[in-house]
């Protein structure tokens, strides 16, 4: 562990992703093959099963220090991190420490305490911590509780395996795609050289992910040279038909079987040796349009749907890309060339499995007015991708865009904040905000991003001069400050007090030229979520 | 009455039995000023009490129009109906508590201040006294400061690392108290010279009139243009961090020594290369302490949260109260990431 922590410390205090790069790269150099493995796997995101609570760590820290819970939670409100906050208020350690392996931790030791009955389990922690240096406190903390979250990107962890192994990061990227177990033999495979059978197997392809168009759409040259689809708000994934199975892998790269049984079914007819790339939308048949999202969302937390919700909530797979056919690797081939294909392949094979329709204009002008349709179409825009581009991997600008349609705004008055977390500790940066319901403000959207680092340390010393009330870490503040928020959709919602829920809030502007009887109505609202 | 000692005013903390007012934020009659940190010493009021020892640094700050007395250590002296005296507080150099005896009853202020030692000033005095005015800027059990020599062990091993990379280090720290102690420190260890940033200069020098011994340095201002600051330390206030007086390092790696780097999301915050725990502030066992050293039975807490300070001191037997509840009124002086 000694080697781990040593590199979460560079990674930490550098904010150069060149150096974080070379550093996970001499690490995979150096480390033992077993804890390397599990680098790769947490760096990259990966967590353990939780195997003691949030509870349990406080009471564990409470007998260790023997300061009061309240004392603790004051700590943990202004550190924003409960896995620091103990590594803090542990007395300090001055003695020698046994070096217990990365991998033992991972393997052994912390999946032992989901074993445990809950006192032996905060015993077990106390007396770990004590035999731990402070920066072994912190990581085992965090190993527990969640990711590490060192500013390092699955993406740069790709890199960085690359070129430790000198192999393209398109190919690591995709050796680590989909349920990835960490082990020696894993690890040492991940170096191995290319096979011509590497895509055969159950691990999706990385998907290729379109950037927001920012520019002018014209500066993107002729028309004629892109394919136009609309943007559908759905769950990307990619549906694979292999020997004697289907399955289907989330953006996420998790897999989603046995959620979606139409699509999985409606696979079985496909040739083996295919992979589609689309979007899974709930859809009742006969409809024009989708549902909207907030239909799917009671798809996707069903791991078995039921047969009412099946009937309700149908979903087919709007399929815009063809990555495999006849067992052949096709993204370096054209899109124009691969959408051919497969309009082909599902032709005529029922609703469940649609090909994205191309929106043809004659020119850019004309494509623009087309896409003022985008919201009646309960799409979120259109989405541009050059008709020669190849599917790529990851983020890569030039050959897919998003043009999505502008998003709803709002002007709105905070009226609750509460403390961030990470870089965001012991800042209040995390917002209620509220519109008006006759003479009441009501909360109608929480929202995290948008303002700059001035605006945050200027509203956080107001906050805290402002603070009505406390509900534990939440402050009430006196309604004075009007935000601009945007969203993109809006929805009626039960569970909500205002009766609307809102998707993606975040803030656009700070109005400090608006008093809170300029802010909207919730009417205006009810009025948006039902147009 | 603990108010007729000490009573919150909008100008300030005002003494009535005295007549007097302590680290005014407008101008006044009658000041005792406890330090000459921006916050504390503020020009234009008519008479200043001082300890001699800071007298440098006040009059480099007052102004030299300003009539300013000067008084030794534990020197008694009358304001109104109290008796005054002065008494070291560890924060900087010259650094002062306030005792006030006065209606029966001994009050101390303490300013500004810290228990652990400083090459660069007097050590913390603790004075009996029956009313115990103290700070909370890191008023929780997760501020333990770290030995000094482990922190100057990490800022060595850092320019060794610049060195190596060739790359200019530039240490960020408050141009008073923290610069000089950082220096003083480091002249036990080594003997390479630093780079001073102009606004570092004269109170660099001030310091050394009174007898610290800091590390060699010269102005950044007086290197011939275009050279290589490569390996070389350069110290700066945090206001020239990413200014164009930058510029001329070149590559450079830059460090923060301020209390506020022992939590990571503050130093992440800040976008420092790194963060070194340098306070001259009392950390949480520093103020349990120094609440038990004076053997005060009330306890009064000013600066920003303090909240928890007084909530633990009452759970643990001590009569504490937030300094507004003497009644009264002040501008809430949260402590800015400047007062460290």
Known sequence: MRRFAALFEILDRTSSTSAKRDA?????????????????????????????????????LARETGYADWLIDDCYQHVGDLAETIALMLPREEQAHEDTPLHVWMEARLPSLGRLESPERIELLREWWRGLPREQVFLVNKLLTGSLRVGVSHRLVVQALAQWADLPTDLIAHRLSGTWKPGADAFAALAGPERADEHAGERPYPFFLASPLEQDVASLGEVGDWLAEWKW??????????????????????????????????????????????????????????????????????????????????????????????GDDLRERPLAERRALLATLIEDRGPTLMLSPAVDAPDWEALATVRVESRERRTEGLMLKRLDSPYRVGRKRGDWWKWKVDPYTIDAVLLYAQPGHGRRSGLFTDYTFGVWDGDALVPVAKAYSGLDDAEIGRLDRWIRAHTIDRFGPVRSVEATHVFELAFEAIQASGRHKAGVAVRFPRILRWRTDLAIRDADKLDDLRRLASG | MDSDLLLPRPEGLYCPAGDFFIDPMQPVARAVVTHAHGDHARSGSALYHVARAGGALMRERLGAGSVIHEHDWSERFTLGDTTISLHPSGHILGAAQVRIEGRGKVAVVSGDYKRDPDPTCEPFEPVPCDIFVTESTFGLPIYRWPPMHDVVSDILGWLDECRERGVAAVLFCYALGKAQRVLAEMAARTDRTVHLHGAMLRLVEAYREAGVRMLPTVPVSESARGKDFAGELIMAPPSAAGSTWMRRFGKASTGFASGWMQVRGARRRRGYDRGFVVSDHADWPGLLRSVDDCGAKRIYVTHGDGEALIRHLRDTGHEAFPLRSLGGTMPDLRSSEEGD
């Open chain 1, 24 to 60: 996970m790269a001499a690490y995979f150099a150096d480390a033992p093959a077993q804890d390397a493995a599990w680098a790769v796997y947490v760096l990259g995101g990966g967590k353990l099963k939780r195997t003691a609570s949030s509870t349990e760590l406080r009471t564990a």
């Open chain 1, 233 to 326: 708000d759905g769950i990307r994934a990619q549906l694979m038909r292999r020997d004697d199975h289907a399955l289907v892998w989330s953006r996420g790269e998790e897999r989603l079987d046995g959620r979606f049984p139409e699509i999985e079914l409606a696979a079985a007819d496909l040739p083996v040796g295919c992979v589609l790339d689309g979007e899974i939308l709930a859809w009742t048949l006969d409809e024009a349009h989708p549902m909207p999202f907030a239909a799917l969302q009671k798809r996707i937390g069903k791991l078995k749907p039921g047969a009412k919700l099946l009937a309700d909530t149908p979903v087919r797979l709007m399929a815009y890309d063809l990555l495999e056919l006849g």
